[in-house]
Structures are given as structure tokens and as C-alpha cells.
């Protein structure tokens, strides 16, 4: 007897892991303003995966760790009571340490290395490269380290 509505089997979806590596696109944002960049009409505008990445980097990077119950213990810095110790090779290599840790939470993230430290009277400012995997090339970043 033949039924009323038609069966099939379904086809198998493939497990790909590189999908996972994509990078998406997302909503621009203005690092200057602390908001999404709209245009002229008051829409979004919409960054490309590159820039999405280098946006999450620089926001995991000022985020820190465990202060927002949003985010899981895995995401941003400690950079909280860094500035407190008396040598300055140990707080550059716990900068060094967290903003590596920070960001090879992302398997997209290739490598984070090539640090410099430089100094303006309070200030310290770090400058490393960032490397997405599918990427020919790394990104050079400078941040300010603000305890």
C-alpha cells in the first residue's frame, strides 16, 4: 500500500572544522565613540571578517577577565594589579602572558607574538602581531595597558 506522504533518508551533513574557521562579517565599530558605526541613513554598517577579528581581538584585549557575567572565565585579559610589581621585565611578561592567553582562546588565532614594550612617562604601550590561520600575513597592534 502506498503511503499518503512520501518518506527519504536524509542526507548526511558533513562535519567540517574549517567552517568553524571562517571569519564572519559583523557591525562596524567605533573604538573612538565606544558604538556601532551607522551611515548616513542611521543603518549599521557592516564590517568584513578581517576587521570583525581584529575588533574581538582589540575587545577581548580590554576586557577583563571575569568582570562581566557575560562572558565565560576563558575571555579577556588580567591585567587588574599587573602595574604593581616592582620589576618591569616580570609585568612585561605578564602582559606578554595574558593577552597571548586571551587570544589563543580563538581557534582562528594562528599566533600572537613579537612583543615590544614602550613607555611614556604612566603610560605603557605593547605592540605585538596577531595572526589569523588562513591569513597571508600578520596584523601589528599597539594597545595601551590600562590597570
Known sequence: MDQLFPTFDLPEIPSDEEEDEIYKESVKWDWEKGDFVRDGTGKMVISSGHEAFIDWVLKAISSERMSCLAYDSDYGTEFDGIMQYDNNDR?????????????????????????????????????????????????????????
Not at 602572558?97 to 611614556?120: G, H, N, Q, W
Open 91 to 147: 609585568i612585561e611578561n605578564e602582559i606578554e602572558k595574558t593577552i597571548t592567553e586571551a587570544l589563543m582562546v580563538d581557534p582562528r588565532t594562528e599566533y600572537v607574538r613579537d612583543f615590544s614594550f614602550e613607555r611614556d612617562g604612566d603610560q605603557l604601550f605593547v605592540t605585538f602581531a596577531v595572526k589569523g590561520k588562513p591569513w597571508d600575513e600578520d596584523v601589528g597592534l599597539t594597545v595601551e595597558v590600562k590597570p
